[in-house]
T-cell receptor, first 117, second 108 residues
Framework: GAVVSQHPSWVICKSGTSVKIECRSL??????MFWYRQFPKQSLMLMAT?????????EQGVEKDKFLINHASLTLSTLTVTSAHPEDSSFYIC?????????????FGSGTRLTVV | SQQGEEDPQALSIQEGENATMNCSYK?????LQWYRQNSGRGLVHLIL?????REKHSGRLRVTLDTSKKSSSLLITASRAADTASYFC????????FGKGMKLTVNP
């Protein structure tokens, strides 16, 4: 089945630094990927839709200059949290969409736990 | 953005009992999906029901969809301690939007 690899699985960084998270579709091409964040005991909140070869579409309230998304190839999307602050500490999950027979299917990465100290 | 609203938010039952979770949404959808998540880890896809389907089964899972009421339910029969997890519904409208989720605890 479809597999999405997300890396790193966890990262600790200092306030003010930037962190890059990678999301790769391993055995399929994904023209569209999605990025979510999840705070403890809360649901997944869609941050943005990443489209290969074009600019990402951000959800309302998500700062595009804060969360830079690059989808340079059909198998790789990256999320860079710039000038990270403790309030950015969260669980970030990516998802890749591909057409599976009759409809689109979504495959999720295993997530990245970001802690900003 | 969030669309689905699960009801109840938390449920605690004994092993062997059935667990029912409800989800309501607001817009037209292509399909509705249910996921589980253990302790803030990755998501596990449970079942997908298309907008033209009313009921679907997978093992101990039964999902219903009522598009006129914009609601869905997930029934887990004969629950096990291993079913303890958070469960989310997600509506597919060319992107997946998750509901608030429900924490299920199955006591041995």
């Amino acid at each position: 089945g479809a597999v999405v690899s997300q890396h790193p699985s966890w990262v600790i960084c200092k306030s003010g630094t930037s962190v890059k998270i990678e999301c790769r579709s391993l055995d399929f091409q994904a023209t569209t990927m999605f990025w979510y964040r999840q705070f403890p005991k809360q649901s997944l909140m869609l941050m943005a839709t990443s489209n290969e070869g074009s600019k990402a579409t951000y959800e309302q309230g998500v700062e595009k200059d804060k969360f830079l998304i690059n989808h340079a190839s059909l198998t790789l999307s990256t999320l860079t949290v710039t000038s990270a602050h403790p309030e950015d500490s969260s669980f970030y999950i990516c998802s890749a969409r591909d057409f599976q027979g009759r409809s689109y299917g979504y495959t999720f990465g295993s997530g990245t736990r970001l802690t900003v100290v | 953005s969030q669309q689905g609203e699960e009801d109840p938010q938390a449920l605690s039952i004994q092993e062997g009992e059935n667990a029912t979770m409800n989800c309501s949404y607001k817009t037209s959808i292509n399909n509705l999906q249910w996921y589980r998540q253990n302790s803030g880890r990755g998501l596990v896809h449970l079942i997908l029901i298309r907008s033209n389907e009313r009921e679907k089964h997978s093992g101990r899972l039964r999902v219903t969809l009522d598009t006129s009421k914009k609601s869905s339910s997930l029934l887990i029969t004969a629950s096990r301690a291993a079913d303890t997890a958070s469960y989310f519904c997600a509506t597919d409208t060319e992107k997946l939007v998750f509901g608030k989720g429900m924490k299920l605890t199955v006591n041995p």
